[in-house]
């Protein structure tokens, strides 16, 4: 899938119960935020490898975006009373091999050396995976949250274009992207207003009632707030 950030899903109660990648150019002026990318994969070995090389391509000296100074948990477009921001960001990645047995491990490591890497037995599916690798990246207390499933493949300035949604940890917004077919290029996960998709749409963003997480930026304020998937699931 390839992921168009367009929507945003704000703040509800019920969505949820290192290494690094180092930029050179850092200025004391410039806010500089980590963010923790969160993957679970098992037996995709080229499709994960795949969606890390994407990721990595979102790297940059410094990302420079455009945010907007309105509140925003309003559901006024970003561009709108904007300003330009460069920021610097650490990239790391927390990947829970779900008993994988293809050599997924192998696979991440020549695309992401740094990346930690969490074994796990092939029981933990999706959820647990993530729960997994989100609790693992808690504990090192990131400003952002990536969620991004493996078979997702991010198209340029992915990153910018999320965290102009969600600008600061503290936002209580999350930005959700919006993903499509490369082949067929219909629209598939994004946010959604209760159980009817939206019709997406590129470069307008929307506020959502609830979201598929196949890639979704979360910021602190939210995870401090509501934590991470339920545990039952």
């Excluded at 990346?115 to 400003?143: H, M, Q, V, Y």
């Excluded at 067929?184 to 979201?211: E, N, V």
């Amino acid at each position: 899938r390839q992921c168009y950030p367009v929507a945003t899903c704000h703040l509800l109660k019920r969505f949820f119960q290192i290494p690094s990648f180092t930029f050179q150019f850092y200025s004391p002026h410039v806010p500089r935020y980590r963010i923790a990318a969160l993957l679970t994969c098992h037996n995709r070995r080229e499709m994960t490898a795949e969606c890390l090389r994407a990721l990595r391509a979102q790297a940059s000296p410094m990302l420079d975006f455009r945010f907007s100074m309105v509140d925003h948990n309003s559901v006024q477009h970003p561009t709108s009373n904007i300003q330009n921001q460069k920021t610097s960001i650490i990239l790391e990645v927390f990947l829970v091999d779900d008993g994988c047995t293809d050599g997924t491990a192998d696979a991440v490591r020549s695309v992401w050396p740094e990346a930690i890497i969490i074994r796990a037995n092939g029981n933990l599916f999706w959820c647990g995976g993530t729960r997994e690798a989100w609790s693992k990246a808690a504990k090192t207390d990131p400003d952002y949250y990536l969620l991004l499933n493996d078979d997702t493949v991010l198209l340029p300035k992915a990153i910018n274009s999320l965290l102009e949604l969600c600008p600061i940890p503290q936002s209580r917004t999350i930005a959700v992207g919006a993903a499509c077919d490369p082949n067929t290029k219909k629209w598939t996960y994004g946010g959604r207003q209760c159980d009817t998709p939206f019709s997406y749409r590129p470069i307008l963003p929307r506020r959502c009632r609830a979201m598929n997480a196949n890639c979704a930026l979360v910021p602190r304020a939210v995870f401090s707030e509501v934590g991470m998937f339920y545990s039952v699931y």
